[in-house]
């Protein structure tokens, strides 16, 4: 069984110490044409943009809507339109990778690191303040309140039941139960 472990390390390019390094140094690592979440055992398998380009928006999600609360893997599932959308635009593809380079290179130039190596959130959040009003920060954005926010699965995480209409409406299910007011 250590033995295939070890095959499967190798085909993906990394050796053991690589693989510790980029489990410890960043929950999410890139393996092959997929991102690998080691923390929470999930995985997402890039067909369009590039791994690295893909762990970037996941962490520029994580950045312009901080939940702690919340899994990387929903930022992950809020970013995976960008790839389905790069596999068929070949413009947008290109529009993404060159938001995402730019972000390097902004990072790079404040602190010598590109944006996913960037240790403090509030220094990432410096960077991202710099490019605020780009069409590419925007754009992200503007997506995530709808690609993030509209996860049945993130719902109860802060306390919304989903619609009401279906089910009587909100005063015939609890609206009247605040007991803070």
Do not use: C
Request: proline share 3%; charged share 20%.
């Amino acid at each position: 069984m250590a033995h295939l472990h070890e095959a499967e390390r190798k085909a993906a390019g990394l050796d053991r110490r690589q693989f510790l390094v980029g489990t410890t140094a960043t929950a999410i690592v890139v393996s092959g044409g997929s991102l690998i979440h080691a923390g929470e055992a999930w995985g997402l398998e890039v067909k369009a943009l590039k791994p690295e380009t893909m762990r970037t928006l996941i962490k520029l999600a994580r950045d312009i809507y901080p939940h702690d609360r919340l899994a990387d893997r929903f930022y992950a599932v809020a970013m995976k339109s960008y790839d389905e959308k790069s596999a068929q635009d070949p413009a947008f593809k290109a529009s993404v990778e060159t938001g995402v380079a730019e972000l390097d290179a902004a990072a790079a130039a404040a602190h010598k690191t590109p944006y996913v190596s960037v240790g403090w959130e509030a220094e990432r959040v410096a960077v991202l303040r710099g490019m605020q009003n780009g069409a590419f920060f925007q754009g992200v954005r503007g997506g995530l309140v709808v690609s993030l926010y509209n996860q049945p699965e993130v719902w109860p995480v802060f306390g919304y039941e989903g619609e009401s209409a279906s089910q009587g409406g909100y005063i015939a299910r609890g609206f009247g139960d605040i007991a803070w007011l």
